[in-house]
């Protein structure tokens, strides 16, 4: 692993110095391969056309064909990308998921994030079924709930983002994504780990749930140049978004293709001193690529830098907090690559390797007061790779992996001024999924191992107070794994599916964790079971009903009462047993041909904390009862009309690092953004042009209290204008 280490932290500084020279060159000599095996085009295909290889290939189409069939039916008003390695069920997909999980997964397409035109990543996000998410004018500013809680890993092409990721999203270009894929439940085992990477305070880690971003890469030679501008209501100033992708893709004779591409991005939302949650990016990524017989192989380079005010908090009483705290600047640098050598039809090698570096500094001032102070500088760096081969033999699959990663951090973050960890988390997965009954019932199995060493792990209120040599080379408990799913197509129109998973966490965090009076902690263990009934009645409506239930017992989670051991100062912690259930409803169709709906209802039925026998329910205190959601895009000539709608139910608790507040007044909104677009053209180049309103109900709703509310600006209206060829 140090190593791979040493190799992926040469590549991530040469991106570095080098960006745009190392995707150039390597695009030019992609060119230079192709036009050299432009000579051996007859031959090859030739020998491709009169290979014994011909019937497998047939054979292959067919089996894709047979298994596209069993998907849930999904209609979202976009086509999905026409990428190989993009597709549901194909063994190239670095991130492909079993049948079984399609009811529970939901994507977004680049024509999806032209439609909406949501803010950000995070606005993106909180537009899936069953997803909350809350915003805090703190250090840790975004956290996301799915079904009442968990956990997401974020993985970008294929790399695996860091611990920080809440303060990475918010800068990262929508116009970079080709698709957006949600995985609820976590019950694929081959994604990623199932504990989280890097440092770990917390005892409650094994993952609910996927994010997974793969980037735009050219079809063609292309482009678009977008511009934004807009301005909320209450004296704000205004912001505006641009950005720019050019790219190209080639082809010879013999079938090798190779592409590059570009996109250079930036963000400003400046805000005023009375609301202080001003935002700003600027950013680059770089794309290349070739397929060249049965070897794929992609890279991915992007680094950005910005601003991130921790917006003021309104207090109860309606006075502002002095805090005076941002960002600045936040720098990420992601290096990825991956690729497939598909030795037959059936039978693929895949491999990942990556690198992440993040750094913040932070600002720590008062308003009213020119006295402030600057915390030193947090790196934190995180490199890895993965392995998995897929088999395929008649009707049954087998997928098989081994992921690695190693993290790196030093300097002050959140709420501890000093840390300093060395951490690898090391994990295998192995599935099968066997078709029976002519591919009406797909059964899965899959187990995985996650185990975390800590090299050195140490965090303090100063450095002073550090202790270095805290938990050196220690191996904790591993986490494991096992996890069964079933999809049944009961006739042409009627699908059920069913996943159940079962985890023994083991231990995620860096220490033991030490519970008040010297209780004695008890191992984790999680059960899940997601059941799922789809019907496609017709075009325009094709329902699927979800039952959820998530039971953990022993969950660890940080008190606010603290000790002292080897200088540092560490959280004591509580164990409870938590439950969770509730239903999912998502109907989505096409009306007239013209029209495209996805409509959701989750509602909680269940969110029990047991602990010293005292059972406390968090509906309608820590987490809504009830969230709606609403996506509909309509077609009408050259002019698009978009709208989406959410409606989320009011709690009224808040945990954070200042404790508990119990404020009431969270939540409790209906949220409309629309949008009316319409295309022009000119001669080779198309002309979209937008007016959109977010908030358009104008409400200052709230999600979190710690140092007071953080409300939404409100109404923001907005133009854009984009052009493409």
């Given at each position: ?19 745009w020279k190392l995707?150039?060159?390597?695009g030019l000599?992609l ?10 085009g007859?031959e090859?295909?030739t020998?491709?056309?009169e ?7 047939t054979?292959?189409?067919q089996?894709?064909s047979?298994?596209?069939e069993?998907?849930?039916l999904?209609?979202t008003g976009?086509?999905?990308?026409t ?8 063994l ?10 399609e009811?529970a ?12 035109k ?15 998410i ?9 956290m996301?709930q799915?079904?009442g809680g ?6 970008i ?10 303060r990475?999203?918010?800068?990262f270009?929508?116009a970079?994504?080709?698709e957006l894929?949600?995985?609820?439940g ?22 609910t749930?996927?994010?997974i ?9 292309e482009?678009?140049l977008?511009a934004?501008?807009?301005k ?5 100033p ?14 010879n004779?013999?079938?090798t293709?190779?592409?590059?591409s ?23 990524m ?7 017989g049965?070897f ?5 380079v992007?680094?950005d830098?910005g ?8 207090k109860?009483d ?39 570096d ?12 020119t006295?402030g102070?600057?915390r030193?500088?947090?790196n934190?760096?995180?490199?890895g ?17 081994f992921?690695?990663?190693?993290s790196?951090g030093?300097g ?5 001024s000093?840390n ?6 090391t ?15 797909v059964?899965?199995?899959g187990g ?27 191996d904790?408990a591993?986490?494991k ?9 009961v ?10 998973f079962?985890?023994d ?5 860096d220490?033991?964790?030490r519970l008040e009076d010297d209780?004695t902690p008890h191992?984790e263990k ?6 799922g009934?789809?019907v ?11 039952w959820?239930?998530?039971d ?5 989670t ?24 509730g ?20 509602r909680?039925i269940?969110?029990?904390?047991t602990?010293?026998?005292?059972t ?8 809504p009862?009830n969230?709606?959601g609403l ?9 698009r009309f ?12 808040t945990?954070?690092?200042?404790g508990?507040?119990?404020?009431g007044g969270?939540?409790?909104?209906t949220r ?7 295309d022009?053209a000119l ?8 007016i ?6 104008d ?5 979190r209290?710690?140092?007071?509310y ?7 209206l907005?133009?854009?204008v984009?052009?493409?060829?």
């Open positions: 692993m140090r190593r791979v280490n040493y190799w992926a932290e040469k590549l991530m500084n040469y991106g570095e110095m080098k960006l995707v150039c060159v390597t000599l060119i230079l391969i192709l036009n050299t095996s432009h000579v051996m007859a090859t295909e020998v491709v056309s290979g014994e290889d011909t019937a497998a290939v054979d292959d189409k089996q894709k047979d298994v596209e069993l998907a849930p999904t209609v976009s086509k999905r990308s990428r190989p390695d993009l597709h549901p069920h194909s190239t997909n670095l991130y492909r998921t079993e049948v079984s999980t009811f997964s939901e994507v977004f397409t680049r024509q999806d994030i032209q439609n909406f949501p803010k950000d990543l995070n606005d993106l996000i909180d537009k899936a079924a069953g997803i909350n809350t915003y805090q004018g703190r250090k840790s500013p975004y996301i799915m079904r968990g956990t997401f890993t974020y993985i092409d294929g790399a695996v983002l860091p611990k920080s990721v809440n990475i999203l918010y800068k270009p929508v970079s994504i080709e894929k949600i995985v609820r976590a019950t694929s085992l081959t994604l990623g780990p199932t504990i989280p990477i890097g440092s770990s305070g917390s005892g409650s880690g094994i993952n749930g996927f994010i971003i793969r980037t735009r890469q050219p079809e063609k030679t482009g678009t977008r934004n501008v807009e909320s209501i209450g004296g704000h205004a912001g505006y978004s641009t950005d720019l992708f050019v790219g190209t893709r080639m082809k004779q013999a079938g293709e190779a592409y590059v570009a996109l250079a991005s930036k963000m400003d939302r400046p805000s005023q001193d009375t609301w202080f949650d001003g935002q700003e990016s600027h950013g680059g770089a794309n290349t690529g070739f397929t060249s049965k794929n192989f992609n890279m991915m992007y680094k830098s601003e991130f005010e921790m917006q003021r908090g309104v109860e309606g006075s502002l907090d002095t805090a005076k705290w941002y960002y600045d600047p936040l720098e990420v640098k992601i290096l990825s690559t991956d690729g497939s050598l598909q030795w037959t039809p059936d039978q693929v090698t895949l491999f990942n390797v990556f690198k992440t993040y750094e913040q500094h932070e600002h720590n001032e008062t308003f009213g007061s006295s102070t600057d030193d500088q947090y934190e760096d995180t490199s790779f993965g392995l998995r081969h897929n088999a395929r033999f008649a009707d049954t699959l087998i997928q098989a992996g992921q690695m990663s190693s790196t030093y002050p973050n959140l709420k501890t000093y300093r960890y060395d951490t690898t988390v994990g295998f997965s192995a599935s099968v999924e066997q078709s029976l009954f002519n591919n009406s019932l059964l899965d199995l995985r191992w996650d185990e975390k060493h800590i090299d050195n792990t140490s965090s303090a209120r100063s450095a002073s107070l550090a202790t270095d040599d805290a938990n050196n080379d220690v904790m591993p986490a794994v096992v996890a069964f799913g079933a999809h049944w197509k006739t042409d129109r009627v699908t059920l599916d069913g996943r159940y079962y985890g966490q083991g231990t995620s965090g220490f033991d964790m209780a191992a999680q059960e899940r079971v997601e059941i009934l789809g496609a009645i017709a075009s325009f409506f094709n329902p699927t009903l979800t959820f239930n998530i953990t017992e022993n969950e660890k940080a008190t606010t009462a603290t000790y002292e051991l080897d200088s540092g100062t560490y959280y004591y912690y509580t164990e409870s047993d938590e439950l969770r259930r239903i999912e409803l998502a109907i989505q169709g096409t009306i007239l041909k013209n029209t495209f709906y996805k409509a959701s209802w989750t909680m269940k969110s029990e904390s602990s010293d026998g005292v406390t329910d968090a509906i309608g205190v820590s987490i009862e969230i709606f996506t509909l895009t309509h077609h009408w000539n050259a002019y978009n709208i989406s709608v959410k409606q989320v139910d009011e709690w009224i608790e945990t954070s690092g200042m508990t507040a119990s404020t969270l939540g409790d909104y409309v953004d629309a949008n009316i677009s319409r022009f001669k080779n180049i198309i002309i979209n042009a937008a959109f309103g977010r908030n358009l109900g409400e200052n709703y709230s999600t209290y710690a140092t007071g953080y409300p939404d600006r409100g109404r923001t907005g133009m854009e984009s052009f493409s060829f």
